[in-house]
Protein backbone atom coordinates (compact mmCIF):
# COMPACT_ATOMS: atom_id res chain seq x y z
CA UNK A 1 0.00 0.00 0.00
CA UNK A 2 1.54 3.59 -0.79
CA UNK A 3 2.28 5.83 1.57
CA UNK A 4 1.21 8.74 -0.95
CA UNK A 5 -2.81 9.50 -0.56
CA UNK A 6 -5.01 6.66 -2.72
CA UNK A 7 -7.20 7.17 -5.16
CA UNK A 8 -10.58 6.21 -4.31
CA UNK A 9 -12.76 4.07 -6.48
CA UNK A 10 -16.71 4.56 -6.44
CA UNK A 11 -17.47 0.65 -6.18
CA UNK A 12 -17.29 -1.70 -3.66
CA UNK A 13 -14.86 -4.67 -3.82
CA UNK A 14 -16.28 -7.90 -5.41
CA UNK A 15 -17.44 -10.37 -3.41
CA UNK A 16 -19.62 -13.89 -3.08
CA UNK A 17 -23.71 -13.24 -3.51
CA UNK A 18 -25.29 -13.95 -0.63
CA UNK A 19 -29.28 -14.72 0.19
CA UNK A 20 -31.76 -12.29 0.97
CA UNK A 21 -31.89 -10.87 4.40
CA UNK A 22 -29.18 -13.03 5.47
CA UNK A 23 -26.85 -12.19 3.13
CA UNK A 24 -23.43 -14.71 4.08
CA UNK A 25 -23.87 -15.67 7.47
CA UNK A 26 -25.37 -19.39 6.72
CA UNK A 27 -22.97 -20.43 3.99
CA UNK A 28 -20.04 -19.50 6.61
CA UNK A 29 -21.27 -20.69 9.15
CA UNK A 30 -22.08 -23.83 7.29
CA UNK A 31 -18.06 -24.38 6.23
CA UNK A 32 -16.53 -21.30 7.52
CA UNK A 33 -12.78 -22.45 6.47
CA UNK A 34 -13.98 -23.35 2.77
CA UNK A 35 -16.18 -20.16 3.08
CA UNK A 36 -12.57 -17.79 3.84
CA UNK A 37 -10.71 -19.20 1.68
CA UNK A 38 -12.84 -19.86 -1.45
CA UNK A 39 -13.31 -15.72 -1.23
CA UNK A 40 -9.77 -15.06 -1.27
CA UNK A 41 -9.14 -17.13 -3.83
CA UNK A 42 -11.91 -16.02 -6.30
CA UNK A 43 -11.78 -12.66 -5.14
CA UNK A 44 -8.36 -11.45 -4.17
CA UNK A 45 -6.83 -9.25 -1.69
CA UNK A 46 -9.88 -7.58 -0.46
CA UNK A 47 -13.34 -9.29 -0.89
CA UNK A 48 -16.83 -7.16 0.29
CA UNK A 49 -20.41 -8.08 0.72
CA UNK A 50 -23.85 -6.80 2.56
CA UNK A 51 -25.15 -8.96 5.82
CA UNK A 52 -27.36 -8.31 7.90
CA UNK A 53 -25.38 -6.05 10.03
CA UNK A 54 -23.90 -4.09 7.32
CA UNK A 55 -20.84 -3.98 4.62
CA UNK A 56 -18.09 -7.08 5.54
CA UNK A 57 -15.05 -6.46 3.94
CA UNK A 58 -12.61 -9.62 4.17
CA UNK A 59 -8.70 -8.56 3.77
CA UNK A 60 -6.29 -11.15 2.21
CA UNK A 61 -3.43 -9.55 2.08
CA UNK A 62 -0.33 -9.04 4.76
CA UNK A 63 -0.16 -5.28 3.87
CA UNK A 64 -4.14 -4.88 3.99
CA UNK A 65 -3.77 -6.44 7.46
CA UNK A 66 -0.54 -4.48 8.29
CA UNK A 67 -2.91 -0.86 7.87
CA UNK A 68 -5.71 -1.96 10.29
CA UNK A 69 -3.92 -3.67 12.72
CA UNK A 70 -0.74 -1.54 13.08
CA UNK A 71 -0.54 1.29 11.29
CA UNK A 72 -4.21 2.75 11.16
CA UNK A 73 -5.00 0.78 14.31
CA UNK A 74 -6.93 4.02 16.23
CA UNK A 75 -9.02 3.94 13.55
CA UNK A 76 -10.35 0.61 14.05
CA UNK A 77 -12.04 -1.10 17.27
CA UNK A 78 -13.70 -4.67 18.06
CA UNK A 79 -17.00 -3.28 17.05
CA UNK A 80 -20.68 -5.00 17.97
CA UNK A 81 -20.02 -8.14 16.16
CA UNK A 82 -17.10 -8.68 18.23
CA UNK A 83 -19.00 -7.51 21.13
CA UNK A 84 -22.08 -9.67 20.99
CA UNK A 85 -20.15 -13.34 20.17
CA UNK A 86 -17.75 -12.76 23.35
CA UNK A 87 -18.82 -9.92 25.63
CA UNK A 88 -21.82 -12.29 27.06
CA UNK A 89 -19.01 -14.43 28.78
CA UNK A 90 -15.95 -12.24 29.28
CA UNK A 91 -17.71 -8.75 30.00
CA UNK A 92 -15.70 -5.57 29.38
CA UNK A 93 -12.02 -7.74 29.65
CA UNK A 94 -9.19 -6.64 27.87
CA UNK A 95 -10.35 -8.27 24.81
CA UNK A 96 -13.31 -6.40 24.42
CA UNK A 97 -12.44 -3.12 26.39
CA UNK A 98 -11.47 0.26 24.13
CA UNK A 99 -9.73 3.65 25.03
CA UNK A 100 -8.38 4.35 28.64
CA UNK A 101 -10.38 1.23 30.26
CA UNK A 102 -8.31 -0.85 28.08
CA UNK A 103 -5.36 1.19 28.25
CA UNK A 104 -5.44 1.33 32.01
CA UNK A 105 -6.31 -2.21 32.86
CA UNK A 106 -3.49 -3.70 30.28
CA UNK A 107 -1.36 -1.51 31.92
CA UNK A 108 -2.12 -2.74 35.08
CA UNK A 109 -1.93 -6.50 33.92
CA UNK A 110 1.21 -6.26 32.01
CA UNK A 111 3.65 -7.12 34.77
CA UNK A 112 2.52 -10.14 34.68
CA UNK A 113 3.78 -11.32 31.43
CA UNK A 114 7.32 -9.53 32.12
CA UNK A 115 10.34 -11.73 30.55
CA UNK A 116 11.42 -11.82 34.00
CA UNK A 117 7.93 -12.94 35.38
CA UNK A 118 7.39 -15.50 32.29
CA UNK A 119 10.66 -17.28 33.52
CA UNK A 120 9.26 -17.73 37.00
CA UNK A 121 6.59 -19.42 35.24
CA UNK A 122 9.18 -22.37 33.47
CA UNK A 123 9.20 -24.70 36.32
CA UNK A 124 5.66 -24.46 37.29
CA UNK A 125 5.06 -25.29 33.68
CA UNK A 126 6.90 -28.19 33.40
CA UNK A 127 5.76 -29.92 37.02
CA UNK A 128 2.29 -29.63 36.22
CA UNK A 129 2.79 -31.35 33.19
CA UNK A 130 4.52 -33.82 34.76
CA UNK A 131 2.02 -33.99 37.55
CA UNK A 132 -0.68 -34.56 34.56
CA UNK A 133 1.58 -37.65 32.86
CA UNK A 134 1.46 -39.21 36.31
CA UNK A 135 -1.79 -40.62 35.20
CA UNK A 136 -1.08 -41.79 31.91
CA UNK A 137 -0.36 -45.23 31.43
CA UNK A 138 1.22 -47.25 28.30
CA UNK A 139 -1.28 -48.68 25.71
CA UNK A 140 -4.38 -46.03 27.20
CA UNK A 141 -6.58 -43.55 24.79
CA UNK A 142 -6.84 -40.08 26.21
CA UNK A 143 -8.64 -37.77 25.10
CA UNK A 144 -5.66 -35.52 24.23
CA UNK A 145 -7.53 -31.99 23.92
CA UNK A 146 -9.24 -33.28 27.40
CA UNK A 147 -5.76 -33.30 28.79
CA UNK A 148 -4.35 -30.40 27.01
CA UNK A 149 -7.43 -27.91 28.63
CA UNK A 150 -6.58 -29.36 31.70
CA UNK A 151 -3.02 -29.06 32.25
CA UNK A 152 -2.92 -25.44 30.59
CA UNK A 153 -6.03 -24.28 33.09
CA UNK A 154 -4.13 -25.06 36.23
CA UNK A 155 -1.31 -23.41 35.15
CA UNK A 156 -2.74 -19.84 34.20
CA UNK A 157 -4.47 -19.93 37.33
CA UNK A 158 -1.31 -20.56 39.78
CA UNK A 159 0.86 -18.65 37.76
CA UNK A 160 -1.50 -15.38 37.28
CA UNK A 161 -3.87 -15.75 40.30
CA UNK A 162 -1.52 -17.75 42.41
CA UNK A 163 -4.62 -20.14 42.83
CA UNK A 164 -5.20 -23.92 42.60
CA UNK A 165 -8.36 -25.28 40.62
CA UNK A 166 -8.70 -28.55 40.68
CA UNK A 167 -11.74 -28.94 41.84
CA UNK A 168 -13.31 -26.54 39.42
CA UNK A 169 -11.28 -27.95 36.00
CA UNK A 170 -14.72 -29.76 34.94
CA UNK A 171 -16.70 -26.71 35.71
CA UNK A 172 -14.47 -24.36 33.88
CA UNK A 173 -14.06 -27.19 31.19
CA UNK A 174 -17.23 -27.44 30.55
CA UNK A 175 -18.33 -24.02 30.44
CA UNK A 176 -16.69 -23.18 28.26
CA UNK A 177 -17.37 -25.46 25.73
CA UNK A 178 -20.57 -24.83 26.26
CA UNK A 179 -20.06 -21.70 25.60
CA UNK A 180 -18.40 -22.24 22.45
CA UNK A 181 -20.92 -24.47 20.92
CA UNK A 182 -23.92 -22.09 21.82
CA UNK A 183 -21.79 -19.02 19.60
CA UNK A 184 -21.73 -21.09 16.86
CA UNK A 185 -25.57 -20.64 16.51
CA UNK A 186 -26.83 -18.66 13.55
CA UNK A 187 -29.36 -17.19 15.64
CA UNK A 188 -26.45 -16.04 17.90
CA UNK A 189 -24.92 -13.86 15.20
CA UNK A 190 -28.23 -12.68 13.25
CA UNK A 191 -30.95 -11.54 16.26
CA UNK A 192 -30.30 -8.74 17.95
CA UNK A 193 -28.21 -9.15 21.73
CA UNK A 194 -31.75 -8.80 23.60
CA UNK A 195 -33.44 -11.32 22.01
CA UNK A 196 -33.56 -14.89 23.81
CA UNK A 197 -32.48 -17.84 22.33
CA UNK A 198 -31.53 -21.32 23.34
CA UNK A 199 -28.17 -20.70 22.31
CA UNK A 200 -28.09 -17.69 24.48
CA UNK A 201 -29.53 -19.22 27.40
CA UNK A 202 -26.32 -21.81 27.37
CA UNK A 203 -24.42 -18.77 26.84
CA UNK A 204 -26.23 -17.54 30.46
CA UNK A 205 -25.82 -20.92 31.94
CA UNK A 206 -22.01 -21.18 31.14
CA UNK A 207 -21.09 -17.57 32.61
CA UNK A 208 -23.03 -18.38 36.23
CA UNK A 209 -21.05 -21.36 36.31
CA UNK A 210 -18.03 -19.19 35.51
CA UNK A 211 -18.83 -16.94 37.89
CA UNK A 212 -18.77 -19.30 40.77
CA UNK A 213 -14.97 -20.03 40.05
CA UNK A 214 -14.02 -16.54 39.60
CA UNK A 215 -15.90 -15.11 42.29
CA UNK A 216 -14.16 -17.12 44.78
CA UNK A 217 -10.53 -16.71 43.52
CA UNK A 218 -11.66 -12.86 44.08
CA UNK A 219 -12.69 -13.11 47.34
CA UNK A 220 -9.51 -15.55 48.34
CA UNK A 221 -7.28 -12.75 46.66
CA UNK A 222 -9.22 -9.72 48.78
CA UNK A 223 -8.79 -12.06 52.10
CA UNK A 224 -4.97 -12.52 51.02
CA UNK A 225 -3.41 -10.35 49.08
CA UNK A 226 0.34 -11.06 47.32
CA UNK A 227 2.42 -9.31 45.51
CA UNK A 228 2.87 -11.06 42.50
CA UNK A 229 -0.70 -12.26 41.03
CA UNK A 230 -2.61 -10.27 38.85
CA UNK A 231 -6.63 -9.93 41.50
CA UNK A 232 -4.09 -8.52 43.64
CA UNK A 233 -2.91 -5.87 41.48
CA UNK A 234 -6.38 -5.62 40.11
CA UNK A 235 -7.88 -4.93 43.78
CA UNK A 236 -5.55 -2.39 44.85
CA UNK A 237 -5.83 -0.37 41.56
CA UNK A 238 -7.77 3.37 41.87
CA UNK A 239 -8.79 6.25 39.79
CA UNK A 240 -7.72 9.31 39.66
CA UNK A 241 -10.79 10.11 42.37
CA UNK A 242 -9.88 6.76 44.43
CA UNK A 243 -11.88 5.12 43.18
CA UNK A 244 -11.60 1.41 43.74
CA UNK A 245 -12.18 -1.19 40.42
CA UNK A 246 -15.63 -2.38 40.83
CA UNK A 247 -15.94 -6.59 41.71
CA UNK A 248 -17.53 -7.29 38.51
CA UNK A 249 -14.54 -4.98 36.52
CA UNK A 250 -12.17 -6.99 38.04
CA UNK A 251 -14.65 -10.40 37.24
CA UNK A 252 -14.10 -9.55 33.51
CA UNK A 253 -10.52 -9.36 33.30
CA UNK A 254 -9.92 -12.54 35.74
CA UNK A 255 -12.16 -14.25 32.76
CA UNK A 256 -10.83 -13.07 29.90
CA UNK A 257 -7.37 -14.07 31.47
CA UNK A 258 -8.30 -17.41 32.33
CA UNK A 259 -10.66 -18.41 29.13
CA UNK A 260 -7.68 -16.76 26.65
CA UNK A 261 -5.03 -17.41 29.18
CA UNK A 262 -5.37 -21.23 28.33
CA UNK A 263 -7.81 -22.29 25.88
CA UNK A 264 -5.75 -20.94 22.79
CA UNK A 265 -2.43 -22.99 24.10
CA UNK A 266 -4.74 -25.64 24.94
CA UNK A 267 -5.75 -25.82 21.37
CA UNK A 268 -2.11 -25.11 19.56
CA UNK A 269 -0.73 -28.42 21.52
CA UNK A 270 -3.87 -30.35 20.92
CA UNK A 271 -3.51 -29.67 17.13
CA UNK A 272 0.35 -29.94 16.96
CA UNK A 273 0.08 -33.72 18.87
CA UNK A 274 -2.78 -34.54 15.84
CA UNK A 275 -0.10 -32.88 13.32
CA UNK A 276 2.52 -35.17 14.83
CA UNK A 277 0.55 -38.14 15.12
CA UNK A 278 -0.16 -37.59 10.83
CA UNK A 279 3.69 -36.97 10.26
CA UNK A 280 5.87 -39.03 11.71
CA UNK A 281 8.92 -38.25 10.11
CA UNK A 282 8.23 -34.97 12.05
CA UNK A 283 8.02 -36.66 15.09
CA UNK A 284 10.84 -38.56 14.96
CA UNK A 285 13.27 -35.22 14.37
CA UNK A 286 11.73 -33.83 17.40
CA UNK A 287 12.36 -36.50 19.36
CA UNK A 288 15.77 -36.94 18.42
CA UNK A 289 16.28 -32.84 19.58
CA UNK A 290 14.58 -33.81 22.86
CA UNK A 291 17.13 -36.76 22.88
CA UNK A 292 19.97 -35.07 22.13
CA UNK A 293 19.79 -31.58 24.22
CA UNK A 294 17.39 -33.42 27.19
CA UNK A 295 18.93 -36.85 27.06
CA UNK A 296 15.97 -37.38 29.73
CA UNK A 297 16.06 -34.65 32.03
CA UNK A 298 12.98 -31.68 32.16
CA UNK A 299 13.09 -29.11 29.87
CA UNK A 300 13.89 -25.92 31.29
CA UNK A 301 13.68 -22.27 30.29
CA UNK A 302 17.68 -21.98 29.29
CA UNK A 303 17.37 -24.94 27.07
CA UNK A 304 14.69 -23.58 24.79
CA UNK A 305 17.57 -21.89 22.98
CA UNK A 306 19.26 -25.28 22.19
CA UNK A 307 15.48 -26.71 21.03
CA UNK A 308 15.10 -24.94 17.97
CA UNK A 309 13.18 -27.62 16.00
CA UNK A 310 10.63 -27.77 19.01
CA UNK A 311 9.84 -24.16 18.63
CA UNK A 312 9.62 -24.55 14.91
CA UNK A 313 7.16 -27.38 15.36
CA UNK A 314 5.08 -25.17 17.46
CA UNK A 315 5.06 -22.19 15.04
CA UNK A 316 4.40 -24.62 12.07
CA UNK A 317 1.18 -25.62 13.90
CA UNK A 318 -0.14 -22.50 14.69
CA UNK A 319 0.73 -21.81 10.94
CA UNK A 320 -1.42 -24.24 9.46
CA UNK A 321 -3.84 -24.47 12.58
CA UNK A 322 -4.06 -21.15 14.09
CA UNK A 323 -5.79 -20.99 17.33
CA UNK A 324 -7.50 -17.99 16.14
CA UNK A 325 -8.27 -18.25 12.34
CA UNK A 326 -9.39 -14.86 12.25
CA UNK A 327 -9.87 -11.26 13.28
CA UNK A 328 -12.52 -8.62 13.14
CA UNK A 329 -12.62 -4.74 13.45
CA UNK A 330 -14.55 -1.80 12.67
CA UNK A 331 -13.74 1.82 11.47
CA UNK A 332 -15.22 4.46 13.34
CA UNK A 333 -13.86 7.26 10.74
CA UNK A 334 -13.48 6.08 7.05
CA UNK A 335 -10.65 4.63 5.92
CA UNK A 336 -9.32 3.64 2.28
CA UNK A 337 -7.53 0.03 1.14
CA UNK A 338 -6.83 -0.07 -2.01
CA UNK A 339 -8.77 2.14 -3.18
CA UNK A 340 -12.07 1.17 -1.88
CA UNK A 341 -13.65 3.25 0.93
CA UNK A 342 -14.19 1.20 3.94
CA UNK A 343 -16.83 2.65 5.74
CA UNK A 344 -17.89 3.49 9.89
CA UNK A 345 -20.45 0.72 10.60
CA UNK A 346 -18.69 -1.88 8.10
CA UNK A 347 -17.12 -4.84 9.39
CA UNK A 348 -13.35 -6.06 8.43
CA UNK A 349 -12.32 -9.68 8.35
CA UNK A 350 -8.49 -10.21 8.38
CA UNK A 351 -8.58 -14.73 8.24
CA UNK A 352 -4.86 -15.99 9.70
CA UNK A 353 -6.32 -19.05 8.29
CA UNK A 354 -6.15 -17.82 5.07
CA UNK A 355 -3.29 -15.79 5.08
CA UNK A 356 -0.83 -18.49 6.65
CA UNK A 357 -1.77 -20.81 3.83
CA UNK A 358 -1.71 -18.54 0.76
CA UNK A 359 0.78 -20.29 -1.46
CA UNK A 360 2.49 -16.76 -2.13
CA UNK A 361 4.46 -16.97 0.97
CA UNK A 362 4.72 -20.70 1.62
CA UNK A 363 5.92 -22.99 -0.78
CA UNK A 364 3.71 -25.85 -0.46
CA UNK A 365 1.39 -24.39 2.24
CA UNK A 366 -0.61 -27.62 3.36
CA UNK A 367 2.58 -29.41 4.25
CA UNK A 368 3.44 -29.65 7.80
CA UNK A 369 7.03 -28.59 7.43
CA UNK A 370 8.19 -27.36 10.51
CA UNK A 371 11.84 -26.96 8.91
CA UNK A 372 10.42 -24.25 6.76
CA UNK A 373 11.26 -21.61 9.35
CA UNK A 374 14.57 -20.45 8.74
CA UNK A 375 15.78 -17.38 9.26
CA UNK A 376 15.93 -16.06 5.37
CA UNK A 377 12.30 -17.90 5.48
CA UNK A 378 11.26 -15.07 8.36
CA UNK A 379 13.47 -12.09 6.67
CA UNK A 380 11.38 -12.60 3.11
CA UNK A 381 8.03 -13.12 5.02
CA UNK A 382 5.43 -9.83 4.52
CA UNK A 383 5.25 -8.80 8.44
CA UNK A 384 1.87 -9.97 8.47
CA UNK A 385 1.74 -13.28 6.45
CA UNK A 386 2.26 -14.75 10.06
CA UNK A 387 0.18 -12.84 12.64
CA UNK A 388 -1.20 -15.84 15.38
CA UNK A 389 -0.92 -13.59 18.12
CA UNK A 390 -2.34 -10.64 15.93
CA UNK A 391 -0.50 -7.50 15.90
CA UNK A 392 0.29 -3.97 16.80
CA UNK A 393 -1.31 -2.21 20.33
CA UNK A 394 -3.49 -5.25 20.40
CA UNK A 395 -1.66 -7.89 20.11
CA UNK A 396 -2.08 -10.57 22.14
CA UNK A 397 -0.46 -9.40 25.77
CA UNK A 398 0.30 -12.88 26.65
CA UNK A 399 2.27 -14.14 23.67
CA UNK A 400 5.49 -14.70 25.62
CA UNK A 401 3.53 -17.00 28.00
CA UNK A 402 1.93 -19.12 25.65
CA UNK A 403 5.34 -19.91 23.10
CA UNK A 404 7.22 -20.50 26.33
CA UNK A 405 4.58 -22.91 27.85
CA UNK A 406 4.01 -24.87 24.29
CA UNK A 407 7.30 -25.62 23.91
CA UNK A 408 7.76 -26.50 27.36
CA UNK A 409 5.02 -28.81 27.55
CA UNK A 410 5.49 -30.63 24.32
CA UNK A 411 8.78 -31.22 25.06
CA UNK A 412 7.84 -32.68 28.51
CA UNK A 413 5.40 -34.86 26.73
CA UNK A 414 7.12 -36.25 24.06
CA UNK A 415 10.43 -37.07 26.00
CA UNK A 416 8.35 -39.76 27.70
CA UNK A 417 5.36 -40.62 25.20
CA UNK A 418 4.67 -41.36 21.16
CA UNK A 419 1.23 -40.64 20.81
CA UNK A 420 -0.99 -42.53 18.06
CA UNK A 421 -4.59 -41.23 16.18
CA UNK A 422 -7.34 -43.85 17.33
CA UNK A 423 -8.08 -45.28 13.51
CA UNK A 424 -10.96 -42.79 12.03
CA UNK A 425 -10.70 -40.35 14.28
CA UNK A 426 -11.34 -36.75 11.90
CA UNK A 427 -10.45 -33.34 12.79
CA UNK A 428 -13.77 -30.94 12.46
CA UNK A 429 -13.13 -27.27 13.81
CA UNK A 430 -15.52 -24.85 14.88
CA UNK A 431 -14.68 -21.37 13.44
CA UNK A 432 -15.91 -18.64 16.61
CA UNK A 433 -13.68 -16.90 18.44
CA UNK A 434 -11.13 -20.45 18.72
CA UNK A 435 -10.11 -23.12 16.16
CA UNK A 436 -12.19 -25.59 18.51
CA UNK A 437 -12.04 -29.25 17.16
CA UNK A 438 -15.94 -29.49 17.33
CA UNK A 439 -15.52 -33.79 18.54
CA UNK A 440 -12.37 -34.95 20.88
CA UNK A 441 -9.61 -36.04 18.96
CA UNK A 442 -9.00 -39.76 20.74
CA UNK A 443 -5.07 -40.80 20.70
CA UNK A 444 -3.34 -43.84 22.10
CA UNK A 445 -0.27 -43.24 24.16
CA UNK A 446 2.75 -45.24 24.16
CA UNK A 447 5.49 -45.05 26.76
CA UNK A 448 9.23 -44.69 24.53
Known amino acids: ?????????????????????LGNQVAFLRDPYGFMTRTAR?????????????????????????????QNNENYVKGDRFQNVLGPITGNGILNSEGAVWRRNRHLIQPAF???????????MTEFTEDALQSWDDGQTRLVHEDMMEVTLKI????????????????????????????ESLTHYVLPPNVPTPARRRIRRAREDLDEVVYRLIEERRAEPTDHDVISK??????????????????????????????????????????????PQVERQLVAELDDVLDGRTPTMDDLSELTYTEQVVKESMRLYPPVPGI???????????GHEIEPGSTVRMHQWVVHRDPRWYDDPLAFRPDRWTDELESELPKLAYFPFAAGPRRCIGDRFAMLEAR???ATIYQEYHLELVPGTDLDLMATITARPKHEIPMTVRER
Open 1 to 21: MSSDTPSITDTYPPGPDGLPL
Open 234 to 279: LLEVTDEDGNAMSTEQIRDEVVTLLLAGHETTALSLTLTAYLLAKN
Open 42 to 70: EYGDIASWKDPGGRVYQLNHPEYIEHVLV
Open 156 to 183: VARALFGADVDDEVDTVGSALERFMEAS
Open 408 to 410: LIL
Open 328 to 338: VREPVKPDVID
Open 114 to 124: HPDRIREYATM
